[in-house]
């Protein structure tokens, strides 16, 4: 009988924990969903201000060359 209970908390301990263990990853990568979304939109504002300090490059140049450095970056990269 104890054989059995014990066998049932511990698959019950390990269900738990998966599923925290998701909720965890779940939610680390939406907040850095998140992260991105409002680091491109301020891309985008600022490509518009700096192109009178880049008059050889547009304004998608300068926000393709922004963005391209924000998804390098490695607090933008999603969580496994």
Known sequence: MT???LKNL???TRLVERFANFLKIFLANMMIGMMRARQIEA???LA???RHEYKG???DQ???ELNQRTLSDKAYQ???
């Open 3 to 5: 054989a059995i209970t």
């Open 10 to 12: 511990n698959f019950s």
């Open 43 to 45: 891309n985008r504002r």
């Open 48 to 50: 518009r201000e700096m």
């Open 57 to 59: 490059q547009t304004v």
């Open 62 to 64: 300068l926000f393709h």
């Open 78 to 80: 999603w969580k496994k």
